[in-house]
Structure formats: structure tokens, C-alpha cells
């Protein structure tokens, strides 16, 4: 009888949940990964042979060999420089500047929030499968690549190093890195920029559940020439839930409470908030030109490593 | 709509706050939120702020389920209540119908009744029973949607067979269910009982359905008005404000019936009887009946003999007969039985027309003499029929004590063994160190002053001039079944005792005195000796010529058990033998109530595990006023004459429980629906 039917406060099959064994991240990363990286690797370099290269032409303008423009020459400039077949034609002192070759930055931003910790398994794992991945790939293309986990401010810093022997103590930073806190992209984009000021791609591995919007971080760094790669991570079961009855919904970073009774139209409405949503950070992506990605935790995180490879962006 | 349920409204009032208390609190249980965890709330926020405008009908939806629960709550207590369509009948009456389920209601002379529906009901085989159910169902059926009734079945006792009810179904089956008995009916009681029941109730009528076979005195035992101040009649039924109504039935009275049945053992010859039989022609005509009397299945007088066996009956007359000599059978069982000789019209009344008596077992008993040389009592003893009598010296005895088991009594005359024998025993003046009662002293020309006349041994027995030189003086313990016969003073002098299944008279004096002790007393010179030693043996033997063989039906009587000692219980067996009933025992009396005529079985078992002997009971009408079936078309109580009730003001009259209930049902899988289709939560 719906009267006397039993309420009590464990998980309802099908409903998300936090993860008690987020913590535990002594597993992750085995000699089974690693060798799934290596694979990976060797087929990104099979798959973009002839295009990709350790190198990376930056604007910045220096003492490159490739040619990039001519400026008008000022006193302490290297008069080496002068283009002097236009001075013979034009009468004007112009000075040829060359494209300067450097190194790719790299930079990984694993959110590591108490919302990543949800799911099964824990968005964080995989969001660290994935960062580690890419790392490793970066690394083993000579690119500099750095790691920082956030939640409401970076947690930490590995400082960005090349030569693919690294990949070791990023495994070992991953696993002991902290781990908590809520949200908070705009400010984490301003601690980056301030603390990063070698321009490079930036890879913001995410939920981007951040009730303040994506738009803001996500801006900071564009205007800071940063290049933001976007890759948004997601459970299932966010997106579609299998709640029923009467609920009292808890957010897991804000603590805020909103009591719901979860009708089949309600999970409807929400299922369709959940990917409006997810269009929005797609919209917006798409609108700066900025790469971007959306994957769940049921696909294999190689599978969304081999996606990005072939869509390109992330390696050139 | 009226409300026919028994629930008091302060009592509703009670359970209705509960239920209610209840309901809201299974309601806000049922509303308690399970906390879940969400990654990101906003989104919801988003969505439920979308759905705002929808919020009003949530609610009320929850209310709905609320109301859903209250509603349910709401028709079970109404449907408690019995509400009834149909307009409220002022008139309606509390009815009791005191239906006579008597012995006299066996009367077979149901269809000669004026009221009678012959052609439903061919042959003279209906009851007066019968014919008082169909009244009392007629009674029912005229019933109206006010009215309540109560069956009650007046016999020798009263008992209520339902309570207040207007459920005209269940009262037929109720009617239908009541058998008479063979106890006559206790009208007193029955209308006591009634106007208990009707106490504080509203238009309070008790309509009796019966032949009006009562004693004149349970008639007049009614009082119409109030005691006046200072009145004293506790024992008349207060009638007061209670209409009464009496619905006769029954018209035969050409009744004969067995009305007295005895049986008693000759003294001097134990072997032989005579019964005593009683019959009283109740009719207004001469009739004859042929008397048979029964050992078991044997029949004692020859057909043959119409002189011995057939009585000529006047009118309203009693004939006693007593039948002489009659030799003992073997089952010990009697049954007078009188038919009628061919010709005559049958008895409309069989019950009173049998009669049973029992005899008890009666043999020979081996008696041994342990005594130095007493021609006193040997001749006391050779006296008696049915002895067989023996004697053997103390030294022989007691050089063979094992011989005491060939004997059914053993007397001691001043001498007692070490150990008593398992036997019944007589002793005069045992040693002091072996007697079977515990002596407490000496007591020189004592003089009997008090004797227990109720003990089977002391019957026609006087013991106030014996002359004695010496005595013992016992120290009887009741507990162990030892009791006081005789006593000088406050001295006991002769005790008897039950130890066992054995039973022992024990003398403190001698007869004759002994060689080396010579006090004696005169007793073996009195009248009293033999007659004492007679009585000893036949209470040995268990026939007690004073023991009622016959009892009343609807008589509760008070039956001895012997050597009943720490006996709280037995049990009764029907003469059916297979109705059981416990009676309680009392300080060895049972207490016997028989509503069957025939022959009923007591047994019990000690705390120890040994068994009573069975004991056996014949029970009889034996009620003259109970065989007077004449019906009494004009019952008078206290002087009023009670008149035939009318028929009930039929008015329309529709239980709505059952219409209740299911709007319960109905209730409960709209909220079960509701509930699990996500609709009301």
C-alpha cells in the first residue's frame, strides 16, 4: 500500500552517487596504462605522419629562419637585419623579421571539484586518464607540458617538463595531488594567467559545472592568448537520472538543498536542461573557435584520445 | 439514517482523533524526503523553475493524497457506526425473546397447533420447539429498521445467544440453532436476565415464547412498579417500564408421566431391592400405562403379566407402585419405561415417560478375624448376609501377613499389625506404636458425647449409654482423609479413615478386653454392634443405602465423592457418552448439573495420577410441573396477563456498511494508483 510503502535514505538503483573510493587513486595508473599510452602514441604518430612535429612556429617574431615580415627600422635594431634590396628600391630603412621556433606549452587543467568525484567511476579517474594521456603525448612530441589540478583555485602545480621518461612523475603527481573544493573557473583562469605566462594550449579537462558559467574562465584565458582546448566530462547518469518519489537534492559543491518530487516528465525536463546545457559550452566553443569535446565515462578514454587525434587541434 | 452500532459517540469521538492522529502522521511519514546528492543544482533549479507555475497543483495533489487517506479513515469509522437509510423510527423497540427451550418443549403436538401450517409440515412429528421457532422467526421477520432483538435459550439456565442485533439473518440462525434440553425451565431467572439486558434501553419488550409450563411461584415472583421504601422483596424481578408479551404454543395435556423412580437394597439381605415408581396421568381422561422396568437391555417383568405391569390412570391422578424382591442384575442400571398399550392414543410427551435408577454393585465379602477368641463379634458378624467370615490368631497373622490380600475386610480385635493390610480394616483398640490413626493419650470412662450422624457407619446408631473402662484418644489429621466418628467431649474416641483407596474404622476401646489388658466396654451388649458393623462393611463396599441414585435435571446438586481428598476437579460424561463437561469439587463434594436424562459418568484423577473410581449418576425429570404440558394460553405474571405482541412497524431499512467498505476499497486503489503512477507524491 502507498501508504506504508518503505522510504529510507539508501542509493536508488541507477542513481548517481559519490564514488567512497575517489580517493583512492593508487590504481590508475598501472603498467596497463601505460602501455595503452604507448599505443597511443604510436598510433597518433602513424596516423599524422609528415604533420606533426615536435617543433611549433610561434607569431612571435625572432630569430627564426623562415621569413615573416618587414617593419620600419629603429635605432638599436640589429642592422643585419635590413632588408637592403628594399632600401635600394623604396629608399626606406626596413627591417625583415623571421618567425622564431619554440617549444609548444602545454598546459593540462584537471577539475578536480567535489562534483568530479561523482559517478561510477568517479569523473576525476577519468578525467585524469585522459589529462595523463595527452600529457604523455605531449611529452613524448618534445612539448613542455604542465599539470594543474583545480577545484575552487589550483591545487597544484607540475611544473612543465619535456622528454617522455616524465610521464613517471606525472603518474606519481596525479595520484598525491589534493583533491575537493567547488567549482570556480573565472578564478582559476586569473590564478593561471597570472602564474603562466609562457602562452600555450591549455587543456581544461571538466564537468564545467560551475554555477558562475564557463564563459568567464574560459575568456580569461583566451584574452590572455592562451589557446583553451575544451573537453567536457560527464556521467551518464547526470544526464539522464532514474530518480523517483520525493527528494531532497543536495548539491554536492554548495551544500544546497531543493526539495523535488521526481515525476517522469520532471527526469524529461532535466534530461533536456542537462544537454541544453552541454550545447551551450558547445555554442560558445564553437563561437571562439576554441576545440572542443564532450565525453561520458562509458567511453573508453583511448577511444576519446584516437577522437581528438583525428579531429586534430590538440597536436599539429 | 439512524445509527444502529454499539460504539458509544465519546468513544467514536476518541477512536476518530486517533485514526486521525494516525493518518497525518503515516501521511508526513510518507511525505519524509530521501537527501541525494547532485553534482550540480542548478540545473534542477533551472528546471524547476520552469515548472513553478504547476507548483499550486502539486501541492494540492499532495493534498489530494491526504484527503485520499482521511476519506478512508473517515468511511471505516462511519461504517463502525452502522448507519441505516431510512427514516429514524422513534417507536422502534429493544426486544428480548426469552424462547423456551424447557423439557416441556418436547411435546410432540406441533402441527395440532391452531397457528400451525399443516400443509408445510405433514405429520404430528413437530415439537412445541419447533413450533416456538417459527414464531420467533415470524417475530423477526416483522422486525423494523429500529428495532433491535436479543435471543435468549430459557431452560434451567439462561443464556444470552447473541447480542442486541437488527441483523434479521443472523437472529434465524440464532433460533435455529437452540435444542432443547430436559431441565425445566427457570422462568425467574430467564426474566431477571432479560430485564438486566434491557436495562437503560428504549421501548423495552420482552416477548416469552413458550408453553407456559411454570411454577406458580416463578409467576408471581414479578414486581410491576418500583419497590416502595422500606419493601424487602429481593427475590421478585423488577418489571418495571418493560413491556411483556407471551407467545403461547403448544395445546396437548393428555400427558402420563414417570414423575418419581427409586431404588433401594433391603438391609437384612443386601442381594435383593425394590423399586418405587410414580405416574401421574396429567390428562383429563382415565388412560393406562404399561410399566417395564430394565436391567440394562433385560427386561425384569414378562409381558405376560398385565396385572403386575399395566396401571389403570384417572384423570389428574398419581398411582405409586413399589416392586418387591427384585433380584440383582449385572449391570446395576434400572430404567423404568411406560408405554402405552396398543389402542390408545400416544404420549405426546416421551421424555417423562423413562426413568433411570442405578444399583450398585453388590457381592459377598470374605471378612477375616484376627482375635484371640471373641464369640461377640464372630456372632455379630455371622448375622449379616453375603459374608463369608474367617478367623486366625494375631500370632498366625502376623506369621503370614501376606494373607490380609485374600480378603476384601480384615478386623482387628486388640491387636493391630506392624504394617495396616491392603485391605479395608476394622480395629478395636490397636497398639498404640501400629495404630493406622495417631494416638494422643488415654482416657479412662469416657462417655460418647457427640457422633457424626452423616457418616454412612453411625446410621441408626446410638452409642450414648456404652460403657467403656479405657480408650485411646486419637489425633485425626484431616489432611490425610482421617475423620472424627465418635468422641467423648472433645476427645475422639472412633475415627475413620480414607488412605489410598482403603478404608479403616478404628476403635480406641476393646470389646472383651485382652489377657493382658482387661478394659473392655459393653458395646458388643448394645443393639448398635452388629447394626455398626453392618454399616461398616456396606460403606466398605461402597453401597450406601442413604445414596441418592436419582437426581433432578436443572438441578445443580452437590454430589460425594469418596476419598476425594485434594481433588479440585472432575469430569462429567454425558449420557451420550461423548458430551464432556468439568464439575468442580469442593471439599469432596462434586458439583453435579445434569440437562440430559440418563445416566451420567464422574471421573476425576488426583494430583498424584491415580484415578477416582468412576462414579456413575442417574438423572431424571422427575419435575410434576414439568410433565404438566398443558399450555397455559393466559400467562399471568404477578397478576398481570401478558397478551400476544404485535407485529413490528416495518420500515424501510438499508445497512450501508457494506456500501461503506467498498467505497474504502475503492478509495484505496485510487490512492495505491495514484501513489505509484508518481501522481499524488
Redesign the interface.
Known sequence: ?????R???R?QPG????DPRVGDRSGLFDDRFLKTLEHLHMVSRKVFAGNLRAERRTRKVGSGIEFADHRTYSRGDDFRYIDWNLYGRLDKLLLRLFEEEEDLHIYILIDCSD?MA?GTPPKMHYAMKVGAALTYVGLANLDRVAIMPFGDRLLGRLPPSRGKNRIFRVFDFLRTCPLGGQTDLGEIAKQFVTQNKRRGLVVVIS?F?D?AGFEAGLNTLRYHKFEPFVLQCY?LR?AE?E????????????G?T???????S?LE??SK??ER?CKELEEFCTKKALPFFRTHTAIPFEELILRIFRSGGFLR | MTFLGPIPAATLAWVAGIAAALTISAYILKMRRRRFEVPFSALWKRVLDQKEPSSLWRHLKRLLSLFFLLCIAGLVLFAALDPTRGAANHDARNVVVLLDASASMKAIDGNDDKNDDKAANPGKTRTRLAVAKERAKLLIDSMGGGDLAMIMRMDGQTTPLGRFSSDGPMLRRLVDAVEATDTPADLHRALGAAADALRDRKNPLIVVISDGAFPVEQREQVRWQPAAPGEKDLAAIDLTGIDVRYVNVGHRKDNVGIVAFNVRRYVANKAAYEVFIELENFGDTATQRRVSLFDGDLELFAETDPGKSTLDLAPHTRVRKIYKDLPAGTTGHLRALATVPAGLAPDPFPLDDEAWALLPARKSQKVLMVTADNLYLEAAVLAYDNIVPSKITPAEYAANPAQASDYDTIIFDTWAPAEPPPKNAIYFRPDAAHSPVAISGELPRPHITDVDKSHPTMKWVTLSDVNIDTTHVFAPDASKGESVLASSVRDPIIVAKRDSGHKYLVFGFSLTGSDTDQVGSDLMLRVAFPLLLVNALDWFAGDDSDLITTYATGVRQRVPLDGAVGLREANLTAPDGVSQQKAPVLEGLATFYADRVGVWKLSAKFPDGSELPPLELAANLANPSESTIAPIADLTLGGRKLTEPEAFAITENQRLWIYLLLGVIALLGIEWVTYHRRITV
Open positions: 500500500m502507498a501508504l506504508l510503502a522510504k529510507d535514505d542509493p542513481a548517481l552517487s559519490r562534483s561523482i564537468d559545472y554555477p556521467d547526470e537520472p530518480l523517483h518519489g520525493d527528494l531532497s537534492l543536495v548539491d554536492c559543491e554548495t544546497d531543493r526539495e523535488v518530487t521526481v515525476s517522469r520532471l525536463a532535466y536542461e542537462h546545457y
